[in-house]
């Protein structure tokens, strides 16, 4: 499918006018609230306990795989990369604290964080087992998500290992259309990486902001939590297809 696009002075097609564009702000380093969760900037001396419990360890759960650093033998260690490499503003590390336990239970990040072009990454996702298939690890993407878009920024990414099957289903699950997969793009532990790209913009935003809201329901859950309506239900209609 074409995209809008204007032809300048030579008859050369260019794309479309932005009317009225202006660079978004970075996100801020606050909380993000929601029924199920808080998403906080992460704090080394608030959550590294925590997390390293929930990851299990001293190896952790097979989610370090895709990662390029971890799991960490020992506390210490877990600590001091937080430390060194997760206090910045680029990647912006926050966790996720489920509001039944009130503990850091995983992280994710903002990354390649770019105002002029209002793009924006979501990455350095890594759920414990704890958080995983729940409504607090749904909610928690909802909320970054909705961040992002409320900004003005127009494009939201979610890169991942192309063999990273789990990812690559939770990005469509979540509103992000397949755009491809850049081949040979990194090497990450000595391993080649095949990279796969998605992403949502904001005319897709609405859409999938009303997506995440009937899932969130709570009528949207019978007695025993099982949901009546899939998310990857909701936000079927709004994936592009590509290829």
């Avoid at 809008?4 to 564009?21: K, L, M, N, R």
């Avoid at 532990?189 to 969130?216: H, Q, S």
């Amino acid at each position: 499918m074409s995209e809008p696009h204007d032809y300048d002075e030579y008859g050369c097609p260019v794309g479309a006018a932005v009317p009225g564009f202006k660079a978004p702000p970075p996100p801020p380093s606050t909380p993000m609230q929601g029924c199920h969760c808080d998403v906080l900037p992460l704090d080394p001396a608030r959550d590294a306990v925590d997390l390293f419990h929930a990851y299990g360890a001293p190896q952790g759960d097979a989610g370090w795989s895709y990662l390029p650093y971890g799991p960490f033998a020992a506390f210490d260690e877990f600590r001091g990369w937080l430390e060194s490499y997760c206090t910045g503003s680029d990647p912006m590390f926050h966790v996720i604290v489920p509001r039944a336990s009130g503990r850091a239970e995983g992280m994710a990040s903002y990354l390649r964080i770019t105002p002029a072009a209002a793009v924006i990454e979501v990455g350095h996702i890594h759920y414990s087992p704890l958080l995983q298939r729940t409504v607090a690890a749904t909610e928690a993407m909802y909320l970054m998500m909705r961040r992002v878009f409320e900004l003005g920024y127009r494009r939201y990414e979610w890169k991942c290992n192309a063999l990273n099957r789990a990812s690559r289903d939770a990005a469509m699950r979540l509103g992000f259309s397949f755009e491809g997969v850049f081949r040979q793009a990194l090497v990450v532990k000595g391993r080649n990486r095949d990279t796969a790209w998605y992403a949502c913009i904001d005319a897709e935003w609405p859409a999938l902001e009303a997506a995440f809201e009937k899932w969130l329901a709570p009528e949207n859950f019978d007695d025993d939590g099982r949901q009546r309506v899939s998310l990857s239900t909701l936000t079927a209609p709004v994936l592009v297809k590509t290829g």
